[in-house]
């Protein structure tokens, strides 16, 4: 199985993207949700090398936990105010959870798989850990793996009837990684690769899938931190890895983290090409 | 009994289970198409509330079968019926009758690692109208919506009532996720990410898709005609089709008789438009391309059992790019099974991996039902309603197209 | 009938957000789908309800949808026709 390295990574908490003329075209029917993972999808797609691959040979895999809950209401919306007869299709196609997943495989011409998965768990690392697999075993030459949510009044109120103070509303947004199968003619540069990820889910009260209450996650064993937001482990990772991206990573990393719903660790080294 | 085990054979097929408005078994399914039942009506009342006339195919109102019910009681306290959603209610139902046929106990898979794949559209989306009524009222409901809604994450669930631990993952691919999600568990057992795989797909029908669906103008006020020259469009269904996967040496170990083999998995996006299907089915194209390649099998499939909703625009993209696969094997018998089932969305992957199974197995089945005069404008002719078709071997293709622009199929081989 | 095209340019902006123009943009005969406005098969069933939500006609099908779609003028003369007096 060959090697699966990390070209590229984004973070965004909104729209903090120009969006071009022909964007804008494009995603004028999309919701805040889609905006923002095309949008983080974009730049992490501008900074990632090997500029050329067939687009058969890329795949899009798109973890969520909540996708377009609020497209899905405001669908819901037509329904209770205009009436059975007078919904809105455009809502309707675009509150599935693959309408995101489709946009990405639209602008950025994928043609491989486009896979969207929802868990409440951890949707970012179960979409990354299908798309190691994807390019580990040759199905595709570069993945890219994505998550987003966008914030919703109504799981908020439940939230915040559930915890109290101790719910954390957000922040919301998306984050995108480019993986690529490690190949020799990267010469001489230092690649962040992907040894091991491995998660494990255990039953928990079901409350606690939205609070999030005593999540935690380390990194190489230092400090534990809280994260509740529902897209914090995501951005923690990538800020991390980030963070140890100047130069620093000669140690392996070993992040991981710990929830009611389980626990899961992912491990990188670096390697020369 | 000795199976040839080898690499092309590696992901068995141990277990199958369906309900829908077809039967609440495989076998009531496989009667329904003989006989070319189609139980596709009003909306009943006991489902939901409409003014619409469009028709619609129900799967019995009890969602949990006998079997069910038993594996419920197996469990024990803990699970209670009446906080699982009658999506979840139907996954059961069929993961039962798959657990069964497949000759395993909760005890058993409890001793493996057991992988969970489901694909399902509505069962993801909170779907609680009374609560989002008073809620957006600025009322503050009962939790028990909320809380139903967060229990109801397929894989999640099911590994959590069966006691069982490993990869587990819910796809949202929306028409094809039933597809996926067995494409995928396949992928896990021949790379030993599990030594059982549960996956398939389960969907309930629900005011709000039914209303989309209407909108979105797909929909036919008479049963569906797939193919047909006449056909206006699809009617929705519900239920659940569900497999079990395992790796050729743990059968031949357990000495139980496989029902077949998963040979090859392709999933390709059309990257072309978020509710129409690529014209000339490039993306389907590219996909039933991509599983055969993997399979190994070339282009000499026995069945093809199509996506077939009966929409104008799927049954043209669907034929344009099995003509195009196709070359020199023209007469390869297309079938659509949507004429029995109805639209089960997130499940239609699930019920039709079996489907086309079970017809591999015995060796017949029957033409589209609902299907009178096949469009002239196709460039391959599926098989009409009138005929029986005789199978010559066990080598089959099932395929799904999904809202924004997925594509996949699944190639299998009936024992 | 200039209310009547004026607002059916309105709801091509607002609704089904046509970018880069403003409502005045819109000429009375430029076709609305593909070459001309771009608008697609997604579009066309939106605008069904939008025509009945804002009008209150409906379009019973798509072949006549097909022939009322086809510009600003056009679309505007079906709704006339068959707007309740």
Redesign the interface.
Known sequence: MAAVVISAMHMSTGVDFEMSAELAKLLRRADDLTKWVVGCAGSAFKSAPLPTIPPEQTGVFFGTSFGPVETNFRFLDTLLDDGEGQVSPTLFSHSVHNAAAGYLARIFRIHGPAITLTAYTWPFLTALQQAVMAVSTGVVRRALVATGEMPSPLLADAGRQLAGSQFTDGPFGAVSWIIDRFSEEREGKQHIAIKHLEIDETPCDAAVLLTRSGEVWSCNGRTDEQTTGVLDYAFSLTDQIQKNRGGQMNEDFLWSIKAPFGQARLALAMIKG | MAQPVNKKRSVTITGMGCISAAGRNVEEHFYAIEQGVRNCQQVPAWLFNTQQAYPVYPASQEALTEIGHKLLDTVGAGVSTHSLGRTALLMLSAVAEAMDMAGLTIKDLQKKRVGVAMGTTVGCAFNNEDYYKSFRQGDHPGLNPVIDYLNGNLAYLLQNILGTRGPSLVVTNACASGTDAIGIAGDWISSDLCDVAIAGGADELSRIAYNGFISLQLTDLLPCRPFDRDRQGLNLGEGAGIVFLEKGEDVVRRRIFPLGWLLGYGICADAWHPTAPHPEGQGLLRAVTLAAERAGTGLAFDLINAHGTATRANDIAETNALAAFLVGHEKTPIISTKGITGHTLGAAGGIETILTLSALRRGSTWGTAGCVNIDPDFRIAPQNQSQKIELSGKIGLSESLAFGGGNSALILEAC | METIKNKIKEILVND?????VQPSDISDTEPLFEDGL?L????A??L??LI??HFDVQIAD?EEGKKAFASVEALAAYIKEHQAD
Do not use: F, R, T
Request: net charge negative; hydrophobic share 40%.
């Open positions: 089904l957000k046509i970018q880069g771009g697609d098969s997604l579009d069933v939106e069904v309800v009945q939500k798509m």
